[in-house]
């Protein structure tokens, strides 16, 4: 049983501070640009939302000024944030017009497949890690909010609310096993990865899958069987990042020829390269 008073950390609370909590040390500005860009995608950061103050945010990310500024120079470039200068001014979340799925493929391909297949790796030993142990401290009273959360994955239609809700169980699932550092870390994982997923939830068979295996995960720890809920809590994760390798991975969809029009003003598709044909 946890401690009276305990509060699990899957509160959209808990994740939205690890927003502003400090960044790798390793290539600070693409870190900082993927925890707030992310963080925006997901929803942790509203639109129109003012973020804090250069010297106050920097602090909190643990970055330097300079680095900060250069993100948020890249944010702006991508359409994320406005900056207002004068008095009531700052840095904004914006959301640009146009799909977020192009946004998130532009992210993804920042990404090097194996710096997914590492991250992969790390959120599996994780979330089996809290799987485990999950089956072997917690009562069964305590997966109520874990059913709540699969049920309504299972439902959700907006592609961000599935991202959310999946981060949201793997987060649960680490707080019922009553270890605030996996808690910590899985939350630090969705704040970092999560937004991406938004590209794999998107097949119905697929989300099926997930739901079922979310469910298998609560039946193993209910059973407190905890090598099999380790087992499936690792290979949901394994199968989403795969998926995402694979994306990443996929040739870039070619736009299509635009029309041409010929000095009588009729239309007509592109022409092929001189001795080519037109397949």
Known sequence: MRPDGRQGAGAPGSARRTVFTPVDTRARVDTVVRRLGDAIELGL?????????????????????VTLREALMALRQQGLVTTRRGRGGGSFVTLPE??????????????????????????????????????RRTQPGELRQLARTVDEFAVAE?????????????????????????????IALQTELGALLVLVLDDPAYLACVADRHRSVISAVQDEADERARMLAERCVRESVGRLIALRLAPSRAPEPRPEEDTDGQEHRARPPHGGRRT
């Open 45 to 65: 950061l509203a639109d129109g939302e003012q973020l804090p103050g250069e010297t106050e945010l920097a602090a909190q990310l643990g970055v330097s000024t």
């Open 158 to 186: 907006d592609p961000a609310a599935r991202s959310r809700l999946y981060g949201r169980f793997h987060v649960e699932l680490a707080a019922a096993a009553q270890s605030a550092r996996l808690t910590r870390e899985e």
């Open 98 to 135: 146009g799909p977020p799925e192009d946004r998130l493929r532009a992210r993804l391909a920042d990404w090097s497949t194996e710096e997914l297949r590492d991250l992969g790796d790390h959120w599996a030993a994780v979330s089996g890690a809290a799987a485990l142990l999950a089956a």
